[in-house]
């Protein structure tokens, strides 16, 4: 048999032993059996981990000395053999001080005879002498006898300012306080030892049986260092958390501090509209855990859940508490573009509204229409991170604008700098071609019936009506520019957005909205106390409405903002955000990408 030398490991030894197991004959089972045990990765493991803990115990770090700042005020201490630098440090110092210097030396003395060495010395002094070992205190020894061994647990846990990470509710049939939630990477969920279900008997010593669910979390709120917890562990073991890596964009805002339905608002976790959050426990149906992504917090929060939030958002319709500004009527008008009630011609370059011819439609088309009608209850989108690989089909960038963005000019100057790159979906309309204009270059020239059965089949993401000319864009026009390989720009009004936000198209949607700032008033500087603003005008106001408005109402389905000071500044922004498109990762709806 190989001889081990001594620093051979308790591991390498077991190794060795089990390599010199031969079964005989005589003793074939036993050895098979010390041979399966011996061979159990379990167990070296745990041998190995041994060594770690013995050899850690042995070359621990320990402080060079208790008392280094003591050799600032005595620099004749004799120097043993681990106080040699520190003592020649001193002894440099002390002869630099007796003979003449020259520039270096004097350079060589202040540096060594700054208060940053003496402080570094002194906290290296209460570094050494202090014990860091958390202490906890003993065991309780006062267990009740009417609780077995086995039904009763002892939890301690170690935390410092952070929530325990778990809430309580009362038993209405017995009373007992009892578990309620474990949030995800929180004190008691990191432990390991508390469970959802578990009976909370004592904290710290105090018996809670009678006291509320309010006083409860006040004493583990207040309770700091070590907080002991006598538990009854629940009769069926709660299944343990598990990562769901769901991801939600977040389609409004919330606030736990105004939500009066949540059962612990510490215990919630506020967000805004288009942050993406990781749900991480969707066990209970009412409210989920959740992490905003990109947070350095662990721990997660409760916000309300898909269900639970569009049962809300339904009462409050209901009831006519909730006022939906989605229902008012009132036009919105652009200078690129012109929308009234639900129609929309794209590709004008004057304000116009748009005259409405009512017409007869099928039960089919006014049912659809009906229901089109009725508001979508924004709640959450689950997403997945996208990135554009190289020969993959370009995604479509949409461009949405309030009052002044003049998205068509905007879009044109892109795709004339670049159009090997970009290029714009052209436009259908019934109207004559003027001299200048070329057949699918302004605009695709068709005749009214022709557009009117492209209408009938859904051929238009958007159309409407001008001057008793019919004006549209139409999904063949944009996925012409798309399989040539090219990002296709389109200009839409918010409201067609919906209608592209496909796995064809994967669409980026631009918002774009211009720069309004209040103007200083002209006035001598003698008689300026503070600013004195100029208020906006009627078109000013007229455009900070509109902005408002469109990201009121469609602020979830904006990926990009630009604010568009000039064009040349807003061109800018626009390419660095379409050179993105191909380089970065954005969040998309799940079902665009194939899984």
């Not at 991480?280 to 997660?300: F, I």
Request: proline residues 5%; negative net charge.
């Amino acid at each position: 048999m190989p001889v081990l030398s001594e620093d051979s490991g308790l591991h390498e030894t077991l190794a060795l032993l089990t390599s010199q197991l031969r079964p005989d004959s005589n003793h074939k089972e036993e050895m098979v059996f010390l041979r399966d045990i011996f061979s159990e990765r379990s167990l070296s493991c745990l041998m190995k981990i041994h060594e770690k803990l013995c050899h850690y115990e042995q070359h621990s770090p320990v402080p060079v000395l208790h008392s280094a700042s003591a050799l600032a005020e005595d620099v004749q201490v004799p120097p043993g053999p681990r106080l040699t630098q520190l003592s020649i440090l001193y002894k440099v110092m002390e002869e630099l001080q007796t003979a003449p210097m020259n520039n270096d030396e004097k350079e060589l003395l202040q540096l060594l005879s700054t208060p940053h060495l003496r402080a570094m010395l002194v906290v290296h002094d209460t570094v050494a002498q202090k014990n860091f070992d958390p202490v906890l205190p003993p065991l309780l020894d006062n267990i009740d006898d009417d609780f077995d061994e086995e039904s009763v647990k002892i939890v301690r846990l170690v935390k410092n300012k952070e929530p325990l990470g778990a809430t309580i509710r009362r038993d209405e049939q017995t009373g007992a306080v009892i578990v309620a939630r474990i949030m995800r990477g929180g004190a008691a969920d990191r432990s390991g030892l508390v469970h959802v279900g578990d009976e909370l008997r004592e904290v710290n010593g105090i018996a809670v049986l009678h006291k509320r669910p309010e006083e409860i979390s006040q004493i583990l709120a207040q309770s700091q260092g070590s907080i002991t917890l006598k538990i009854i562990p629940g009769i069926k073991e709660e299944d343990r958390l598990k990562d769901s890596k769901v991801f939600m964009r977040a389609l409004f805002s919330y606030n736990p501090k105004e939500d009066k339905a949540i059962p612990c608002q510490e215990a919630g976790l506020p967000f805004q509209r288009r942050h993406i959050l990781e749900v991480v426990s969707q066990d209970d149906p009412t409210w989920w855990q959740a992490k905003r992504v990109g947070d350095t917090n662990l721990r997660a929060g409760l916000i309300p859940s898909k269900q639970f939030q569009e049962r809300r958002l339904m009462y409050r319709r209901t009831i006519g508490a909730l006022h939906n500004s989605r229902s008012v009527t009132k036009p919105y008008y652009c200078d690129c573009e012109g929308y009234f009630n639900g129609q929309y011609i794209a590709g004008l370059r004057r304000s116009f509204r748009l005259s409405r011819k009512e017409k007869q439609s099928d039960p089919n088309e006014a049912k659809q229409t009906e229901q089109s009608s009725i508001p979508e209850f924004l709640t959450y989108e689950e997403v997945i991170k996208y990135q554009q690989q190289p020969g993959e089909r370009k995604r479509l960038v949409v461009l949405i604008g309030s009052l002044g963005s003049r998205l068509n000019e905007l879009k044109q100057k892109v795709v004339a700098e670049n159009p090997q790159e970009y290029g714009v979906a052209v436009p259908h309309t019934t109207r004559t071609k003027k001299s200048h204009e070329k057949e699918g270059v302004e605009y695709n020239f068709v005749s009214k019936q022709s557009f009117e059965i492209d209408i009938q089949h859904n051929k238009f993401v958007e159309h409407g009506e001008y001057k008793e000319n019919l004006y549209g864009t139409s999904l063949e026009a944009i996925q012409s520019v798309m399989s040539k390989n090219k990002v296709c720009l389109v200009d839409v009004v918010p409201e067609a957005v919906k209608h592209l936000r496909t796995a064809e198209f994967k669409p980026h949607v631009v918002f774009v909205k211009p720069l309004v700032s209040e103007k200083k008033k002209n006035t001598p500087a003698t008689l300026l106390t503070e600013d004195i603003f100029v208020p906006l005008d009627e078109e000013q106001q007229e455009m900070v409405n509109s902005a408002a408005f469109i990201e009121e109402q469609y602020g979830h389905l904006i990926d990009s903002v630009l604010v568009k000071e000039d064009l040349q500044s807003a061109c800018s922004q626009l390419k660095t955000i379409l050179e993105k498109l191909n380089t970065d990762c954005f969040w998309v709806p799940v079902s665009w990408v194939k899984l």
